[in-house]
Every structure is written in structure tokens, then in C-alpha cells.
């Protein structure tokens, strides 16, 4: 065993979790690593929607941090969702934490720059950990180009398929009743819309699942659909093309899209519930 190891704390993924572990360890005097297998700025296929409760936790850290993030562009400030039943009929729920979408690729590189502003924490980007190796004193992480780091604490915030959750715990099958399966498109030029509002559309064809509609700022919305893993398997849906289908006919979307420029492609996305 080494006597003196590399970090006294290693964060593995520098999404949201990891740049708040960072940012809440600010001022412990602890020497901080925090890495991530991406460089940023990185896309991060998402609705965009930045829960309130979020800002909160991070105003409770310190508020300059969300006051930092309140200068972030592109954004929009959300107020309001409104909810489309399949029979057209809705409402409107509104929100009372002041809160904001912004696509990840600009939120999560703001995070991180908070993190390099605000802290002394150690950063390394493009640095992917291959393997992680545990004992009694110490972690051992391995990464992809050979590195070899010691840290006493190994904190795993690398998302749904953490390298470092499948080092603790076996890797699950894919409970298909408990995992959802969403694809989304960045849109310009969408009529009918409102900025500080979301927008969520049921359909009676996929009960278990609903599209959304959610500005992001700079006339650039976040259009999206996801459903139950298990409901796409057993009706065999192809995510990418019913998100197309779906915004061209749908009685609610199809005349607030015949002008509508897709920017980009339509990207999938996985997420464990539980």
C-alpha cells in the first residue's frame, strides 16, 4: 500500500453531481480530483429542464453560484408547464422556485466553470477510468490511457451506466418496466409558442410515455419523446421516427411545425427509474 496516495477524494464524472460534490468540498482542504472520459463543452442528450429545487441546493452552498448561472446564455426562465391531454384538452401548472432550461451542452460546461473559478479542485478531461480496483485504505482507479491515480474516496457521479456503480454492485439485467427510452431534436422557428412555459402532449396510442416541447433560449427549442423501455420492446416503436411522425401530424404540433427547421439529428437516449 502506498503511503501517500495521489487524492484524498476522487470525483468520477464531472456532470452535475460531480461539479456539485466539487463545489460543496470547496474550502475542506481536502485535495480534490475531479474527471470526466469527455472534454467539454459536451453534449448531453437531456430534456434540458433544470429542476428549481437544483438551483436551490446550489443557492444553499452559496448563491453566488446561482447567481453566476442566472448570466448563462442561451436559457429561458420557466414559469409554467401546460399539459395536453389526447382529447386536446389542458392546464397549466406553475411553478413557484424560479428555475430555467438551458441545453447541457452550455449548462454543464457552466458547472464546470464554476468549479474552476470557485475551487482548487483538479481537473482532468478526456480521462475515461477503465477500471477501479478497492481496498481497505485506499481506491485505485485505472484509466483508459494508462494513468494510474490513488484517492482514500472514490465518489461515483458518472451517470446510469457508472463505471464505477458496476465496480460495487453487479451489473442488473435491464428491467424494461422500470427503464425508459427517449430520443429528442433541437427545433428553431416553432409557432404557437411561449417563452417561460414547457409543454407536455399525451397521446392515447403510448399512455406510458408523452412528448414534450421545452424553449431553451435563443428562438431554440428542445423537442422530445420518451416512453417505458418495455412499451417501445413489445410494439416494436422506432423512437427517432415517431418523434418526427409525431410533430407532423398530432392535432396540437402539426401547424406549430410546417415552418419549423430541425437543427440536427434526432439522438436517443437511456434512463434507468429504479
Not at 469527455?38 to 448563491?63: E, N, S, T, W, Y
Not at 424560479?98 to 483538479?122: K, Q, Y
Request: net charge neutral.
Amino acid at each position: 500500500m502506498p503511503t501517500e496516495v495521489d487524492y484524498d477524494i476522487a470525483l468520477v464524472g464531472a456532470g452535475p453531481a460531480g461539479t456539485a460534490a466539487a463545489l460543496a468540498l470547496r474550502g475542506s482542504g481536502l485535495r480534490v480530483l475531479l474527471l470526466d472520459k469527455a472534454a467539454f463543452p459536451r453534449d448531453k442528450i437531456c430534456g434540458d429542464a433544470v429542476p428549481g429545487h437544483a438551483l436551490k441546493a446550489l443557492r444553499q452552498l452559496d448563491p453566488a453560484y446561482v447567481d453566476a448561472l442566472w448570466e448563462l446564455e442561451p436559457r429561458d426562465e420557466v414559469r409554467r408547464s401546460r399539459i395536453v391531454a389526447p382529447s386536446g384538452a389542458s392546464f397549466y401548472m406553475h411553478w413557484n422556485l424560479r428555475t430555467f432550461n438551458s441545453p447541457r451542452l452550455d449548462f454543464d460546461a457552466a458547472l464546470l466553470g464554476l468549479v474552476r473559478r470557485f475551487t482548487d479542485t483538479e481537473i482532468r478531461e478526456n480521462a475515461s477510468l477503465k477500471t477501479l480496483e478497492i481496498t481497505p485504505d485506499y481506491a485505485h482507479l485505472h484509466l483508459a490511457d494508462g494513468t494510474a491515480i490513488t484517492a482514500r474516496l472514490v465518489i461515483g457521479c458518472d451517470g446510469a451506466n457508472s463505471v464505477v456503480g458496476r465496480r460495487l454492485l453487479p451489473e442488473p439485467r435491464l428491467a424494461r418496466a422500470h427503464h425508459s427510452a427517449g430520443v429528442r431534436a433541437y427545433f428553431e422557428n416553432v409557432a404557437g409558442t411561449e417563452s417561460g412555459t414547457t409543454e407536455f402532449f399525451f397521446s392515447q396510442n403510448y399512455l406510458a410515455g408523452y412528448c414534450w416541447l421545452f424553449p431553451v433560449g435563443a428562438g431554440r427549442y428542445n423537442v422530445g419523446l420518451g416512453m417505458l423501455s418495455e412499451l417501445v420492446a413489445q410494439h416494436k416503436v422506432d423512437l427517432k421516427q415517431l418523434l418526427l411522425d409525431t410533430v407532423a401530424t398530432h392535432p396540437e404540433l402539426a401547424g406549430r411545425f410546417r415552418e419549423a427547421r430541425q437543427l440536427g439529428p434526432v439522438l436517443g437516449f437511456g434512463l434507468p427509474m429504479g
